[in-house]
């Protein structure tokens, strides 16, 4: 099975779990609609890459990784969109979840997603539980504080920013945790590994920023100006030539951190092709 | 040490990990202050009654199952208290965080809180990880879909609501949650105690709707009449002498279902000081 469908599979199971009978059903559709149809599925999909590079051998377990990092995500934005914060009418092309079921709804949909991503961590880890530990604390710390998500989300609140700090919180740690989390979940060291995920990380945000600026909604899924509208942090503050020059930089960077493994030239593969998905052409060219 | 300085230090250590120096401090200020100073802290200790009754012998496990409980049950209360929800300007004798930080950090608050819940689990259970699973479970099925809190506060965005159901997830899941939690940290097995945490829940959540009804805000520390004024489901629809008479029932079943085991004496004489804690005299009184 490929990496897609092993994670489309894994969130389907973790959402029907909470469509039982007796469950609130408005809930239970808020959740469903949060989750899918999903976006690249950047973050999942890299953490499979990593397991896939380090053998693998608790396929179970790499997948609720990946599938934990997803729910994560997606609860973030969630409760990003909210009114109170960038108050998005719009979110991969459609209402976002606020905007559909309401503002309760949206609270309780995003902290529903914080707690499935961890349960579905445990029910994972039955022949494994070893891995468990570090696994889960690996993901936690990097969504909830000091340095986590919510940490850089929490920047917007405080008078002074540092940009690189921002984003390495609110965009990086969560890809960086997805390249340890892969080789955690497969039995291996997570160090070698946290470099990838880092630059990619910066990559993307780079990337949503240049978006951000040039894209127009129907492009992009949601509303573009977004950053200067909420007078957001933005790598843009480098000048668009500046920033597609770090784009490529972080990307030259990515691929090199790669550590001799069976499964390196596959993960470059792998690593390029995604460059290619989350770098729309136009960006690219300007990158090259 | 006694249960209460075990928890208290349990959260402090927890909190402090969330001030390092780079954290974001108004995010940091909003937590402490949602945990300290905390109310009851009627969960935690229950966990900890029972880990004591099953013999302890992983006391940081179960110091960090009674805290990771409490800070579900704080994130639940930040979250309750927001404008789409409660809209509470009050808790526990302060103004609730929203009106003390913002919107904004009280729902960043509330999601981090639920994050450090799981985090601190994982970071106790290097010594028995193979404890770490069921126990990760239980807690999380506690607060999330399709039965555990948010479930029960999602009913209230539904038109229809059966008035146990409602109570069983939004307040009796933590309690059930903590006795078993107690059990699983000390090894043991969790079934046994399920209908403590329930019965102790259940009552407690009669003795809440009753103090909503009669109280003065100052008494409770929270706003009275709220139930009424939100059009919430409460068991006063049972008239004061029938929930009365049903907060009787409840804590003489909670002390029968007790399990015989070694500390099981000093278990029902802690639960009965607890009962009088959280019934206060002239509720008592009608009890009795």
């Known amino acids: 099975m490929d990496a897609t469908a092993r994670i489309e599979q894994c969130l389907e199971a973790i959402l029907a779990r909470a469509e039982t009978p007796g469950s609130p059903p408005k809930l239970a559709a808020a959740l469903r609609y949060a989750v899918f149809p999903g976006g690249a599925r950047v973050?999942?999909?890299?953490?499979?890459?990593?397991?896939?590079?380090?053998g693998d051998?608790?396929?179970?377990?790499?997948?609720?990784?990946?599938?934990?990092?997803?729910?994560?995500?997606?609860?973030?934005?969630?409760?990003?969109?909210?009114?109170?914060?960038?108050?998005?009418?719009?979110?991969?092309g459609k209402p976002s979840v606020h905007m559909a079921f309401g503002e309760p709804l949206a609270v309780l949909a995003g902290d529903a997603l914080i707690v499935m991503a961890f349960e579905c961590l445990a029910a994972a880890a039955g022949s494994a539980p070893h891995r468990l530990p570090s696994l889960l604390s690996k993901i936690a710390g990097s969504v909830g504080m000091p340095h986590g998500i919510v940490a850089g989300q929490a920047w917007e609140c405080e008078p002074e920013v540092e940009l690189a700090k921002y984003h390495r919180e609110k965009t990086g740690s969560l890809f960086a945790a997805a390249?340890?989390?892969?080789?955690?979940?497969?039995?291996?060291?997570?160090?070698?590994w946290r470099r990838l995920g880092e630059c990619i990380g910066?990559?993307?945000?780079?990337?949503?920023?240049?978006?951000?600026?040039?894209?127009?909604?129907?492009?992009?899924?949601?509303?573009?100006?977004?950053?200067?509208?909420?007078?957001?942090?933005?790598a843009c503050s480098l000048g668009i030539e500046g920033a597609s020059r770090r784009l490529k930089g972080l990307m030259k960077e990515a691929?090199?951190?790669?550590?001799?493994?069976p499964g390196s030239d596959e993960l470059r593969a792998i690593i390029l092709a995604e460059s290619t998905r989350f770098v729309p052409k136009d960006l690219a060219q300007l990158a090259a």
């Open 255 to 261: 691929l090199e951190s790669i550590p001799a493994c």
């Open 57 to 92: 051998d608790q396929p179970g377990l790499a997948d609720a990784a990946a599938a934990s990092i997803e729910l994560l995500h997606c609860s973030s934005l969630v409760h990003d969109d909210l009114p109170c914060f960038d108050d998005a009418a719009l979110r991969r």
């Open 43 to 54: 973050r999942p999909r890299l953490c499979l890459a990593v397991a896939h590079a380090c």
């Open 179 to 192: 390249t340890e989390a892969g080789a955690l979940a497969a039995g291996q060291s997570p160090d070698p």
């Open 202 to 234: 910066e990559a993307y945000q780079v990337a949503d920023d240049l978006h951000d600026l040039l894209g127009k909604a129907a492009d992009i899924g949601k509303p573009s100006g977004q950053d200067a509208a909420h007078h957001r942090p933005s």
